[in-house]
């Protein structure tokens, strides 16, 4: 299986901070046709988990531009600017490419 | 709207079979995507379980071998997860998810479900 790092665990942050999460996979996620199935997810306590970002950098519907994904081949960045309390929670992400479909450990984005 | 919801037993006995139902309202299953089990367990892991596709096909996380079955009732536009022989290391929250095929990114999820097996 595709193992997917994700740093950090925990990332303690005041509102309108800009901050990284960073996401490895242990193989490149491109598959034979250059494509890259690398997505990421907001899970909000109480609530399912929702998409953020698909495609390494396609923010899905509705989601602000205050976030922005970027990355290649086996190193991948969640970047969230002017964090808003609605932005606190667990962030994943998801290699797509290599069945078994697989996650990253998560980042819990918290107040200070 | 797309809207998922799970729907099963709470509690389950070890060595006993687990089995939920996704309810899919605002689409049908067997137009596109596929339809996905996901779990999470105590201290947040996630791990994706397997899905079936809107023909019918199914794909399964190995690590689950010969324990899972994915399967559908399109006249009712669910799916159902049976897990066999549980243990107390199925103990999470199971998700039903919508992926896009091709896309391979889990667009709209139920509210979960939290299953405990335990005697």
């Known amino acids: 299986d595709v193992v997917v790092t994700q740093t950090p665990l925990s990332l303690p942050v005041s509102f309108g901070d800009q901050v990284s999460i960073s996401c490895r996979s242990s193989q490149s996620l491109a598959n034979s046709y250059g494509n890259t199935y690398l997505s990421w997810y907001l899970h909000k306590p109480g609530q399912s988990p929702q998409l953020l970002i698909y495609g390494i950098s396609n923010r899905f519907s509705g989601v602000p531009d205050r976030f922005s994904g970027s990355g290649s081949g086996t190193d991948f960045t969640l970047k969230i600017s002017t964090i808003k309390p609605e932005d606190l929670g667990m962030y994943y992400c998801l290699q797509g490419t290599h069945q078994p479909f697989t996650f990253g450990s998560g980042t819990k984005l918290e107040i200070k | 709207d797309v809207q998922l919801q799970e729907s099963g037993p709470g509690l389950v006995k070890p060595s006993q079979s687990l089995s939920l139902t996704c309810t899919v309202t605002?689409?049908?299953?067997?137009?596109?995507?596929?339809w996905n089990w996901i779990r999470q367990f105590p201290g947040n892991k996630l791990e994706w379980m397997g899905y079936i596709s809107y023909s019918g096909s199914t794909s399964y996380n190995p690590s689950l071998k010969s324990r899972i079955s994915i399967t559908r009732d399109t006249s009712k536009n669910q799916f159902f997860l049976q897990l066999n022989s549980v243990t107390t290391e199925d103990t999470a929250t199971y998700y039903c998810a919508r992926v896009r095929q091709g896309y391979w990114y889990f667009d709209v999820w139920g509210a979960g479900t939290t299953v405990t097996v335990s005697s």
């Open positions: 605002g689409y049908s299953i067997t137009s596109d995507y596929a």
